[in-house]
Nanobody
Framework: QVQFVESGGGLVQPGGSLRLSCAAS????????MGWYRQTAGKQRELVAT???????NYGDSVKGRFTISRDNANSTAYLQMNSLKPEDTAVYYC??????????WGQGTQVTVSS
């Protein structure tokens, strides 16, 4: 099974910034895409951002221009820089990966709360 180490969540005021990280216990050589989805109680998980092994990125409409995803291939780690945070960004953020052969996995999630 794939193990994740997720960090960077917490409480921040509106307009502030956080940086999430997700390190996977797998070789980046075998990983096609990593990223984050988020979920609020009573709602479905929604796309935040993903990045492929070739560096292609995809962002949810609500975070475009505010969030930036990157990766460190040597350490199988993805990073999500979140700027200009809004209360509606409050959610549990789940790290996600999909291997090149199609299997996908989810991390346990980290809470992000944006509130004054």
């Amino acid at each position: 099974q794939v193990q994740f180490v997720e960090s960077g969540g917490g409480l921040v005021q509106p307009g502030g910034s956080l940086r999430l990280s997700c390190a996977a216990s797998a070789s980046m050589f075998s990983i096609y895409v990593m990223g984050w989805y988020r979920q609020t109680a009573g709602k479905q998980r929604e796309l935040v951002a993903t990045i492929t092994n070739r560096g292609s990125t995809n962002y949810g409409d609500s975070v475009k221009g505010r969030f930036t995803i990157s990766r460190d291939n040597a350490n199988s780690t993805a990073y999500l820089q979140m700027n200009s945070l809004k209360p509606e960004d409050t959610a549990v953020y789940y790290c996600y990966l999909q291997f090149i052969f199609g299997r996908d996995y989810w991390g346990q999630g980290t809470q992000v709360t944006v509130s004054s």
